[in-house]
């Protein structure tokens, strides 16, 4: 699963149009789905998350790095602020752990927003002051 189009594809049929969902797509060394899972669901705007059950999930699968995706009812795939700050920590997280994330994809009805296609993630990896930035 190497592009934001193929993560969109595999979670397209899981979209909920009343809840929020946040689903994990642990992946393999060759990037070929292992396992997807719902772990955490919410209300119609709001889902809460822990990063602990995302990492265990992907321990306990063997996962070499993974995709994060959740949908928005409201069918705005747009980030929130609140979507960048908990996906920038889970980021970094993950560089720490080494279970590489690869993208986080917000899905609408119709159409999915990758972060890793709008230049997030590279972002957050820049080097500022000598020292690489997690």
Partial sequence: ???????YECLNAQ???????????????QMRLIRKEMLFRGTVDHCLLHPRDIFRFLVRNNASSFIMAH???????LPSEQDL????KIYRLSQVIQIPMNDHIILSSD???????HGYFLKWRKKK????IY
């Fill in 71 to 77: 949908n928005h009812p409201s069918d705005d795939c």
């Fill in 129 to 132: 002051s000598g020292n690489w």
């Fill in 15 to 29: 979209y909920n149009p009343d809840s929020e969902e946040v689903w994990i797509l642990a992946l393999n060394s």
């Fill in 111 to 117: 159409a999915y927003f990758s972060m890793a296609d």
């Fill in 1 to 7: 699963m190497s592009t934001s189009l193929q993560a």
């Fill in 85 to 88: 700050a908990m996906t920038r």
